[in-house]
């Protein structure tokens, strides 16, 4: 019989273009996590200008079942923002989801409102002031 093999881990990798340590703040409020790794410019052997040295690299957040990864990018590149990707956190305790929905509004904007559907308030998604799309439920 063979062994089953475990199961490979898809982690988001967010690029918010020099404001990844600002980014990574909020989330820390948001959720009650943890930066587990930063690395700086500065610290690699990539080419980037001066001004950018001290923008993030590379890092790693983490808060219970919530885990990403997070860079400010090259200073050389151009991203977007957008909606083809969205980030589902699901809660078992209402008053969390409510707490946390806030708190991503913050800067942002709501772009489901609960109000227009019978979801009993839970269900959000919430655009935050990074770009990011979160899909916030309350388990039944």
């Known amino acids: 019989m063979q062994e089953k093999e475990e199961m490979k881990t898809l982690l988001p990798y ?12 909020f989330y820390k409020d948001c959720f009650k996590g943890e930066v587990l790794f930063l690395q ?43 909606n083809i990707v969205g980030l589902s956190v699901s809660f078992d305790n209402p008053e969390e989801h409510l ?19 019978d979801t009993g308030d839970k269900m959000r998604i919430i655009n935050d002031t990074y770009g990011i799309q979160w899909h916030l439920y309350v388990n039944s």
Do not use: C, M, W
């Not at 967010?14 to 703040?25: C, D, P, S, V």
């Open 40 to 82: 700086r410019f500065s610290e690699t052997p990539f080419k980037v200008s001066e001004d950018f040295k001290n923008k993030i690299a590379h890092a790693e957040f983490k808060a219970e079942n919530i885990h990403f990864f997070a860079s400010d990018g090259f200073d050389s590149e151009t991203y977007t923002n957008g």
């Open 14 to 25: 967010f690029t918010i273009q020099g404001r990844t340590e600002e980014a990574l703040a």
């Open 99 to 117: 707490e946390i929905a806030e708190k991503l509004k913050i800067g942002g904007e709501e772009v489901f409102d609960p109000n227009e559907i």
